[in-house]
């Protein structure tokens, strides 16, 4: 049981009031205060204890997006990760950018880095997509823990408490698998101004989706509103949908 | 509070601690020359002005040099203004002294601090304990906030002046008390060993009061005698009023020694600065305290009954303990006014979302003019305040050694600037600020302090009058000097001449701010101008007026600090203004206006006060005060009869 891979989304800080930009492209971003995404702190303090009951000797801390997320990975190495990789995208890709170009590049790290566990936040505040965990383990043919209230490792097999619409539902799987952090696993720690400092000299690599084989987003195509259901019908039969 | 004129020696240390304040300072100044004692601040000036050794400014050379025309120029701003001068190469343009690496530090301590603050320290809970609570306590000192400017490899966090600046705002801003324990524990209380303390003192008690075993600075009342073995110095005395002083482990401690002065042969009594551990035995101290404010901070009497120093624990100098009480207090003065920058943007926020919401007669009470003013002044002093507190710390940072006055005057104005910010977010807050549950009416007790202690504000405008008089008398008397042989100073005096010939004709005499201020706030930088030139001269007319007897017009020494202050102000807004146009801030616009409009009510001030200075109504003013004082005095309080009769 060597390495943990824990996935970090920099987000709009969530006491933020979100304003719409003039032109409705989009939320205004430029100078608001981002920080990391709460259920991602909640996977890095799951990471963490477990390297600290020595079930796990590493975790990497892992970010999308463009340079800014750096911030994001130093305050999950503030937190105790080990190293971290940031995975370039800006622009207009890192707009474009979705949870399956997302779990596309938490696989391709998985396999490379030999990871036994990936564990993610359950969803980003701020799209709420709650998808890339589940998507993650599909692609990697993995089994999945999600919604985590609690976590324990049993030899090769981890036992997961998940929070489901029915209550608690208790599940074992094997490893490797995908955790993703529901609100009640775990009080993240803070960041002491020492771990701060020590993360500083923590490692951050570098590199591009291409570098793991993973396609650039497609660029979204607009949709097309139409005015009745059989309209809607017939376009979807014209282009092969149905 | 009026002190028995008894047994308290010379307080120099009034300036470290809350000070039992200062009402018979001028019984004391003369008591002082008599005694020999050294006083704080007044009696520097005092001796200055008598050419005697200056200690103020490092620009101040030795006594017997003193006499010569000043060779070295100080940079700092403030000084040359008192003589009528613009020297801007402090104050322009904003400093911005971090590096990359340091600037991207700061930005990742700042969320984590400002975490903690807003969800685990609890305010309202520290201030009705009475102190800071312990799980808080914990937290902190492995967040690592007790040594913020010991150096990393002493295990603290190592921070530049600015950095610090920026982290003690976000104290300032949430909880006074808790920053209370955090700054008397390392802006004065190991601060000492920080400044001038030996590698060996450094590596020794560094370390240990980087994770908080809890310091503070006691002083004056105690005597310090070397043992017979001669490996130890022997303290006995006390001090009231130390922060910390029921917790901490390590004190920085002044006392008196007599001592042989090499000059007149006599013995004399100088200060000597001491690391003294509670270990060594023989340290107690009294119950906390009970105090209107900052309760969460521990205050209390500490006695030091024969206590064991060993020689190694000398700090600094022998004899030079009031060097080192000056280095400290210099050093640290900076951060109050950061923090209280912080705690003014705090209130400020609660008190524009009161009146951004709350409606009365018909509408949103921010409409109308009474509440706009308010709000209006309140945003003009923040932003005054937190451009002194960075200016200075960048100054401190790019190395600079003359600041003291600025220091001064950053104290004096943030203490003033919190208290009527805050009191008026209680007003805009009606009822609601008044209320426990808010939040403010707990801040305004906690910043009464900040008025009296670390040098009360009455004190410190003694100390930026006459520092500023020390030099630009010491100007003067160059001039008279070169007058005694003006074919060899044909050039100093000529270029004097013609500047006062055009001060006289109303002309400019060329001093300007042009290139240094943005064109866009070339009014106000000439405003500033013109102030300055009036207040030079008016510094030099009092001079010449009074000479040496300055030192006793209090009334006009007041004023004279006063439009100092001022003027500092004006030009440091300016600079900040000037910037952030230049950078094409989103907000330079705003903060235009805010310079705008700060510097045409300043030079009002100034004004009126350069004009009270030449009066013979006011001095006729000063003069009553005076009586009316000694008769209230004289009869123990009110004079005049009841109206009633009875």
Redesign the interface.
Known sequence: MSRVLVGVKRVIDYAVKIRVKPDHSGVVTD?VKH?MNPFCEIAVEEAVKLKEKKFIKEVVAVSCGPTQVT?TI??AL?MGCDRGIHVEVSGKDYEAMGPLQISKIFAALAKKEEASLVILGKQAIDDDCNQTGQMTAALLDWPQGTFASEVTIDGEKVKVVREIDGGLETIKISMPAVLTADLRLNTPR?????N??K??KKKIANMKPADLGVDEPPTRLAGVKVETVDDLVAKLKANGTI | MLLGKVSLTPALCTALRISPAFSGIQKQIGAAATQNARLYASSQAAEAVLDKQAVGTTTATKAATAKKAQSVESQSFAVNMFKGQINPSQVFPFPSVMNEEQTQ?L???V???S??FEE?NDPAKNDSLEKVEDSTME?LK????FG?QVP?DLGG??LTNTQYARLVEIVGQHDLGVGITLGAHQSIGFKGILLVGSPAQKEKYLPKLATASGSDAASIKTLATLSPCGKHYILNGGKIWISNGGLAEIFTVFAKMPMMDEKTGQMKDKITAFIVERSFGGVTHGPPEKKMGIKASNTAEVYFENVPVPIENVLGEVGGGFKVAMAILNNGRFGMAAALSGTMKGVITQAVDHAANRVQFGSKIHTYGAIQEKLARMTMLQYVTESMAYMISGNMDSGSKDYHIEAAISKIFASEAAWEVTDECIQVMGGMGFMKGSGVERVMRDLRIFRIFEGTNDILRLFVALNGFQDAGKHLKSLQKALKNPLGNAGLLAGEITKRAKRTAGLSTGLTLQGSVHPELSHSGNLAVKAIEHFGVTVEDMLLKYGKNILHEQFVLKRVADSAIDLYAMVVVLSRASRSLSQGH?SAQHEKILCETWCIEAYDRIMKNVKDLKSSSTTQVFKNMKAISAAVVENGGIVAPHPLGF
Do not use: C, D
């Open positions: 100078g920080s911030e130093r305050t503030a803070y960041a002491t101004l020492p701060i400092m993360a500083k | 530090f930005q990742e301590l969320p984590p601090v975490k903690f685990v937290s492995e967040m690592g906030a913020l990393q966090v190592g989103a």
